[in-house]
């Protein structure tokens, strides 16, 4: 029986390396772009399964030309496809209205949009290489060539942001044609060129407040939570994401992609030369590989299916309640109000979202 998986497709390449940005990701030398997509093109021939959707994901994938890219999703498509769901990230100031069509025209139903932030002294301090204006021009764009499943990115507790930036931010989101909204947290991380800088960094009160504030805004304008960090209009959960939060099985190809098939997990090698080279010689590109035992599948499940609204019931934990696997745990967090039951269903109660590191590692 063939595999059914979500397909994610990792484009390593972006303009201009953003100040927070942690991913894998570079500005593509010369050449660089038409070998890495010929690359992908070999590995995607080493895999068969019935692929449920598709992300197109980087970096930025809007950076390779459109008829590269067009090309791409063509061969997914034959190889994988039908897909219920066609997702490519998008970022302001690498699409117009042309690019947008070419996408819509090969089967793309959804897009995910880069935008982070609708000012524009923010978006010069992270790196971005966009205006406001130009975010919110390529949103109505995406809207006129057909698109009507829109996602946007944004971030808060950046350096030098306040309450009411993040506020005015929202306020435009929810005023767009968009379906989808990702309101994330910055997390710093070292390595990244704003890890130990010397700046007006917003106090752990502050982020708080951002995070619960966005919650009320986002809501009170029908974007119902339904991750810690996203919020969709009636049926526009993203499906792809989903599938990682639900804990199933995906096949991740490209560069440094994560991949989980059945009860192993693996990752490609993570420089672009060494994953074109071995993939032209026929060669393994799988650098880590793991075995998912039951109990580590158990804990993976409660970490992510905590992180869902909808909480984790005994249909994601081998048919047990988190009451009859954690019985003291459970009831210590109820009394203190960091978790509710509904049903047989637990789950994080929002006022204790901020410190779910915290509450999970009660778990573990």
């Given at each position: 029986?063939?595999?059914?998986?979500?397909?994610?497709?990792?484009?390593?390449?972006?303009?201009?390396?953003?100040?927070?940005?942690?991913?894998?990701?570079?500005?593509?030398?010369?050449?660089?772009?038409?070998?890495?997509?010929?690359?992908?093109?070999?590995?995607?021939?080493?895999?068969?399964?019935?692929?449920?959707?598709?992300?197109?994901?980087?970096?930025?994938?809007?950076?390779?030309?459109?008829?590269?890219?067009?090309?791409?999703?063509?061969?997914?498509?034959?190889?994988?496809?039908?897909?219920?769901?066609?997702?490519?990230?998008?970022?302001?100031?690498?699409?117009?209205?042309?690019?947008?069509?070419?996408?819509?025209?090969?089967?793309?139903?959804?897009?995910?949009?880069?935008?982070?932030?609708?000012?524009?002294?923010?978006?010069?301090?992270?790196?971005?290489?966009?205006?406001?204006?130009?975010?919110?021009?390529?949103?109505?764009?995406?809207?006129?060539?057909?698109?009507?499943?829109?996602?946007?990115?944004?971030?808060?507790?950046?350096?030098?942001?306040?309450?009411?930036?993040?506020?005015?931010?929202?306020?435009?989101?929810?005023?767009?044609?968009?379906?989808?909204?990702?309101?994330?947290?910055?997390?710093?991380?070292?390595?990244?060129?704003?890890?130990?800088?010397?700046?007006?960094?917003?106090?752990?009160?502050?982020?708080?407040?951002?995070?619960?504030?966005?919650?009320?805004?986002?809501?009170?304008h029908r974007f119902k939570q339904y991750e810690v960090s996203n919020f969709a209009l009636e049926g526009n959960e993203s499906k792809h994401n989903l599938i990682y939060w639900h804990n199933e099985e995906?096949?991740?190809?490209?560069?440094?992609?994560?991949?989980?098939?059945?009860?192993?997990?693996?990752?490609?090698?993570?420089?672009?030369?060494?994953?074109?080279?071995?993939?032209?010689?026929?060669?393994?590109?799988?650098?880590?590989?793991?075995?998912?035992?039951?109990?580590?599948?158990?804990?993976?499940?409660?970490?992510?299916?905590?992180?869902?609204?909808?909480?984790?019931?005994?249909?994601?934990?081998?048919?047990?309640?988190?009451?009859?696997?954690?019985?003291?745990?459970?009831?210590?967090?109820l009394d203190l109000g960091l978790l509710e039951k509904e049903g047989a269903h637990y789950r994080i109660t929002r006022d204790a979202i901020p410190i779910m590191n915290t509450i999970l590692s009660k778990?573990?």
């Open positions: 029986m063939m595999i059914k998986a979500g397909v994610y497709v990792h484009i390593p390449f972006c303009l201009q390396k953003c100040a927070y940005c942690d991913f894998l990701s570079h500005p593509p030398k010369l050449g660089e772009i038409d070998n890495y997509l010929e690359a992908l093109q070999l590995e995607i021939k080493r895999f068969k399964v019935q692929g449920s959707t598709l992300f197109i994901g980087g970096g930025t994938p809007s950076v390779v030309p459109p008829s590269s890219l067009a090309k791409l999703i063509r061969v997914l498509h034959q190889a994988y496809g039908p897909f219920s769901e066609v997702t490519v990230e998008v970022n302001p100031g690498t699409v117009d209205g042309d690019y947008l069509k070419i996408l819509k025209d090969q089967g793309v139903n959804r897009l995910s949009v880069g935008v982070q932030s609708f000012n524009d002294h923010s978006l010069q301090a992270m790196g971005r290489i966009h205006s406001a204006k130009e975010a919110h021009d390529t949103i109505i764009n995406a809207a006129k060539v057909g698109f009507t499943n829109i996602s946007l990115d944004l971030i808060y507790g950046y350096p030098g942001m306040d309450l009411k930036e993040v506020e005015k931010t929202l306020q435009v989101a929810v005023s767009l044609p968009v379906t989808h909204i990702s309101y994330y947290g910055l997390q710093i991380e070292p390595g990244t060129p704003i890890y130990g800088k010397n700046l007006s960094w917003v106090t752990d009160d502050d982020y708080v407040k951002m995070y619960l504030r966005g919650i009320e805004i986002l809501e009170s995906y096949l991740g190809l490209g560069v440094g992609a994560v991949s989980r098939l059945g009860h192993i997990r693996y990752r490609n090698v993570d420089t672009v030369p060494e994953y074109i080279n071995s993939l032209k010689k026929s060669q393994k590109i799988i650098t880590l590989e793991e075995e998912l035992t039951p109990e580590l599948l158990l804990e993976e499940k409660i970490m992510l299916g905590l992180r869902l609204r909808e909480g984790i019931g005994p249909e994601k934990l081998f048919g047990k309640t988190l009451a009859e696997l954690y019985p003291e745990v459970v009831k210590e967090l778990f573990f």
